[in-house]
């Protein structure tokens, strides 16, 4: 017997739910794209070239390494920050009384008078203050009398800095400097250098031939320098004798003159009164 039953049909999908998917679908897809854009005008706003990378990755290094600051050292109860602001603002007592708390706090105090050496205001008192330090404060001065600005170089070298007792016992490294500085094109540099060698007389080999030079320098203050110094010498500056004579008797300079027979007196005696000296 044939079923003439109709089965039921499957409900059919409204075209209003094809619409509600295809319109959900639609919103999904544009909000990717446009997140997608997003990144991509980031990216191009802000280039992450190797210079940015670099300067990130050195930043996170040092974030990363730098641990907890040092204390500021301190003296009689103040800080090293204002010890140095008396040593630039101060008056006479008030520098030396710096200069010498400066000191006391030692090689902690170095940076701050390297920084120091280029305020004229406190260049000649920080000087002092590294030639008193000693050891440590050296490489900072030899380094300004070499490679420093001109006013720097003038005041180390003509200041006395170099004859500070604590630096006597480094003559080997301080001598080839005040040589060199014998040769500066600035007559206060090669005065300066020729007086600090005074307190560096025993390497005549080293010093000799520079001074010997200074003896006919061109600047009055450097030949009287150089005139006065040599009798430090002793029986090492015998070669410069009859240049000491030819001074003494000719230079156009009364004061060097009289100092050139000065050190003759004391160098050669004899020679001296065979000259007329």
Same mark, same amino acid.
């Given at each position: 017997?044939?079923?003439?039953?109709?089965?039921?049909?499957?409900?059919?999908?409204?075209?209003?739910?094809?619409?509600?998917?295809?319109?959900?679908?639609?919103?999904?897809? /544009?909000?990717?794209? +446009?997140? #997608?854009?997003?990144?991509?005008?980031?990216?191009?706003?802000?280039?992450?070239?190797?210079?940015?990378?670099?300067?990130?990755?050195?930043?996170?290094?040092?974030? #990363?390494?730098?641990?907890? @600051?040092?204390?500021?050292?301190?003296?009689?109860?103040? #800080?090293?920050?204002?010890?140095?602001?008396?040593?630039?603002?101060?008056?006479?007592?008030?520098?030396?009384?710096?200069?010498?708390?400066?000191?006391?706090?030692?090689?902690?105090?170095?940076?701050?008078?390297?920084?120091?050496?280029?305020?004229?205001?406190?260049?000649?008192?920080? @000087?002092?203050?590294?030639?008193?330090?000693?050891?440590?404060?050296?490489?900072?001065?030899?380094?300004?009398?070499?490679?420093?600005?001109?006013?720097?170089?003038?005041?180390?070298?003509?200041?006395?800095?170099?004859?500070?007792?604590?630096?006597?016992?480094? &003559?080997?490294?301080?001598?080839?400097?005040?040589? &060199?500085?014998?040769?500066?094109?600035? %007559?206060?540099? #090669?005065?300066?250098?020729?007086?600090?060698?005074?307190?560096?007389?025993?390497?005549?080999?080293? =010093?000799?031939?520079?001074?010997?030079?200074?003896?006919?320098?061109?600047?009055?203050?450097? %030949?009287?320098?150089? =005139?006065?110094?040599?009798?430090?010498?002793? %029986?090492?500056?015998?070669?410069? /004798?009859?240049?000491?004579?030819?001074?003494?008797?000719?230079? @156009?300079?009364?004061?060097?003159?009289?100092?050139?027979?000065?050190?003759?007196?004391? +160098?050669?005696?004899?020679?001296?009164?065979?000259?007329?000296?």
């Amino acid at each position: 017997m044939q079923n003439n039953i109709r089965q039921p049909r499957q409900p059919s999908i409204r075209p209003a739910v094809w619409l509600s998917i295809v319109g959900v679908m639609m919103i999904c897809i /544009l909000a990717i794209t +446009l997140s #997608r854009k997003g990144t991509s005008n980031v990216a191009t706003e802000q280039p992450l070239s190797v210079s940015n990378l670099s300067q990130r990755s050195s930043f996170t290094s040092v974030k #990363r390494t730098a641990g907890p @600051a040092a204390p500021e050292p301190m003296h009689n109860g103040r #800080r090293l920050s204002e010890w140095v602001e008396d040593l630039k603002t101060g008056d006479y007592k008030t520098k030396g009384v710096a200069r010498d708390a400066l000191v006391a706090i030692g090689p902690d105090a170095i940076p701050a008078l390297r920084e120091a050496l280029n305020d004229s205001r406190s260049l000649n008192w920080a @000087a002092f203050a590294l030639a008193s330090i000693g050891k440590e404060g050296l490489p900072v001065l030899l380094d300004a009398l070499t490679n420093g600005p001109l006013a720097i170089r003038q005041e180390i070298a003509g200041a006395g800095v170099m004859q500070v007792s604590a630096l006597l016992p480094y &003559e080997k490294e301080i001598l080839p400097v005040l040589v &060199e500085c014998m040769r500066n094109e600035n %007559r206060m540099v #090669r005065a300066g250098a020729v007086n600090a060698l005074q307190s560096f007389w025993k390497q005549p080999e080293i =010093v000799m031939p520079t001074l010997m030079d200074c003896l006919t320098d061109t600047n009055a203050g450097v %030949r009287g320098s150089a =005139v006065t110094v040599i009798r430090k010498f002793g %029986r090492d500056a015998d070669p410069a /004798l009859s240049v000491l004579v030819r001074i003494a008797k000719e230079d @156009a300079d009364s004061y060097v003159k009289t100092r050139a027979a000065e050190s003759l007196r004391v +160098l050669a005696p004899q020679r001296a009164d065979q000259e007329g000296l």
